[in-house]
């Protein structure tokens, strides 16, 4: 059974910081790509960073400089380190690990609000 546990939401001040966690369990994470989205109220789901099995990273342009992704293998765990923070990055937050490249299947989390608001 694979899950994705993300944590580390919350309440944030504009410029403040928030680092999410994404705990993954029934996959072998290491060959996952894995990867942040978030959606806002009335919007599209849009990509915020991912980061590949090699370590490369892919971070959105409307984040960039501000957020960055890390993958630590030996704890099955991606990050999000947010700083920075502004009202328009509120939405709710999904981990995702994707294996269709290699034939296999993706995988989302619960999700996770973020919420910066003054």
């Known amino acids: 059974q694979v899950q994705l546990v993300e944590s580390g939401g919350g309440l944030a001040q504009p410029g403040g910081s928030l680092r999410l966690s994404c705990a993954a369990s029934?996959?072998?994470?290491?060959?996952?790509?894995m990867g942040w989205y978030r959606q806002a109220p009335g919007k599209q789901r849009e990509l915020v960073a991912t980061v590949t099995s090699g370590g490369i990273t892919n971070v959105a342009d409307s984040v960039k400089g501000r957020f960055t992704i890390s993958r630590d293998n030996a704890r099955n765990t991606v990050y999000l380190q947010m700083n920075s923070l502004k009202p328009e990055d509120t939405a709710v937050y999904y981990c995702?690990?994707?294996?269709?490249?290699?034939?296999?299947?993706?995988?989302w989390g619960q999700g996770t609000q973020v919420t910066v608001s003054s």
């Open positions: 029934g996959i072998i994470f290491s060959i996952y790509t």
């Open positions: 995702n690990a994707d294996a269709t490249r290699l034939g296999g299947y993706d995988f």
